[in-house]
């Protein structure tokens, strides 16, 4: 079965999108936890950050480097939090890798 993000990359679903080309695709949270939460998401099937291939580890640094456009685009780039949660037990909701761009607030210290 597709996950929610399968679905918004095959444009079933509708998504904000901030930035998309054929490996990568950025949309904003629908249901953000600051002002600006943007959900950057590999197009590839991939569980989570833990189940990457070696062939595929070429994704983060491009997936990086969407997150830095963005936060300057959004001029956050003084201060975020870029983040990807991995498993069921660290709040990872939807199986399908993507980061967190989290930003625009006071973020404080984790945990
Ligand atoms: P996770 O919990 O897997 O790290 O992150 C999943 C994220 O997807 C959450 O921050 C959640 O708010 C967001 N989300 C859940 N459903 C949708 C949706 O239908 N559209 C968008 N744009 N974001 C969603």
Known sequence: ??????????????????FENERI??????????????????KKVIKSIQDIKKEDLGLIPEMIEVAQNLADEFHIANGYRLLTNTGPSSG????????????????GTMG
């Open 1 to 18: 079965m597709k996950t929610i993000f399968e679905r918004i990359i095959d444009k079933e679903l509708p998504a904000e999108v901030l």
């Open 25 to 42: 695709i950025a949309i904003k949270d629908k249901y953000p936890i600051a002002p600006v939460h943007i959900l950057i998401i590999s």
């Open 92 to 107: 990872q909701t939807i199986f399908h890798l993507h980061f967190h761009l989290i930003g625009g607030r006071e973020l």
